[in-house]
């Protein structure tokens, strides 16, 4: 379930970032960057679940937690 999703929400980032690139129209970074730190969590999650309990599991979503403060400060800004 969870790799599904992040495998989903990975594709749907790849396409967000190109549009971005492509367009150069920065107007949805705040949802490219909420996508990725979904993405990121997941990924924690998916680390602590498998029993590896070392640095990369915690460390990812300690990242993802910054990231949603980032872009949750960015749609507050916009």
């Known amino acids: ?5 992040s495998i989903i929400l990975s ?9 971005v690139l492509i367009t150069k129209n920065f107007e949805f970074m705040p949802y490219l960057m909420l996508i990725l730190g979904i993405s990121i969590l997941i990924t924690g999650l998916v680390e602590l679940q498998k029993d590896r309990k070392g640095f990369s599991g915690y460390m990812c979503i300690i990242a993802s937690l910054f990231v949603f403060f980032v872009s949750i400060k960015v749609f507050l800004l916009s």
């Not at 379930?1 to 999703?5: A, E, R, Y």
């Not at 594709?11 to 549009?19: K, N, Q, Y």
């Open 1 to 5: 379930m969870l790799k599904t999703l």
């Open 11 to 19: 594709i749907v980032g790849v396409v967000l970032a190109g549009f």
